[in-house]
T-cell receptor, first 111, second 113 residues
Framework: NAGVTQTPKFRVLKTGQSMTLLCAQD?????MYWYRQDPGMGLRLIHY???????AKGEVPDGYNVSRLKKQNFLLGLESAAPSQTSVYFC??????????FGDGTRLSIL | DQQVKQNSPSLSVQEGRISILNCDYT??????FLWYKKYPAEGPTFLIS?????DKNEDGRFTVFLNKSAKHLSLHIVPSQPGDSAVYFC????????????FGPGTRLSVLP
């Protein structure tokens, strides 16, 4: 029972490089989320999706793009990485108004 | 402006004693509240929740209290165990908030043996 799986777990980028973080869930959940966690800031919502083919902006969407082409996958893209995007990124999914299930995070460093 | 606040960044408690973690919110439309627990290098895991129609919910050693008039909730852990040492996040949602959850900044609990 994998739950929510994030790939990769760690990554180091140079400023200006691009990359995509993958989130996969096997629970058939409608809702999926991308958060970033920074010290003293808690979890801040970047983008979310309420179903396949739909995405919406969260609290801190600038510099990120997302896609949800398949119900089980939610991709987070950084087109031109900046040092301010150094963070730990968490993906989550849920169904109805149930609590979210989180992945174990991706630690991203941008030099 | 943070809608969900956890004003204590850290808390230390002796094993066997009670741990009380506090959370305040500003949005009166919030009607569903959750606590998550997070260990290092892992994602947050759901601990306990409470709806605004209740003022208390209990699950084993964990009890959440809600005071709607004060816009305050607290998590009580009794008795505290070393394995409870983690970061605890309070989260809230409202029916008209797109069903998204707003998280507090977290409180790091250390339970000392």
């Amino acid at each position: 029972n994998a739950g929510v799986t994030q790939t990769p777990k760690f990554r180091v980028l140079k400023t200006g490089q691009s990359m995509t973080l993958l989130c996969a869930q096997d629970m058939n959940h409608e809702y999926m989320y991308w958060y970033r966690q920074d010290p003293g800031m808690g979890l801040r919502l970047i983008h979310y999706s309420v179903g396949e083919g739909t995405t919406a902006k969260g609290e801190v969407p600038d510099g990120y793009n997302v896609s949800r082409l398949k119900k089980q996958n939610f991709l987070l893209g950084l087109e031109s990485a900046a040092p301010s995007q150094t963070s730990v990124y968490f993906c989550a999914s849920r169904t109805g108004r149930q609590p979210q299930h989180f992945g174990d995070g991706t630690r991203l460093s941008i030099l | 402006d943070q809608q969900v606040k956890q004003n204590s960044p850290s808390l230390s408690v002796q094993e066997g004693r009670i741990s009380i973690l506090n959370c305040d919110y500003t949005n009166s439309m919030f009607d569903y509240f959750l606590w998550y627990k997070k260990y290092p290098a892992e994602g947050p895991t759901f601990l306990i929740s409470i709806s605004s129609i209740k003022d208390k919910n209990e699950d084993g050693r964990f009890t959440v209290f809600l005071n709607k008039s004060a816009k305050h909730l607290s998590l009580h852990i009794v008795p505290s165990q070393p394995g409870d040492s983690a970061v605890y996040f309070c989260a809230a949602s409202a029916n008209n908030y797109g069903q998204n959850f707003v998280f507090g900044p977290g409180t790091r609990l250390s339970v000392l043996p």
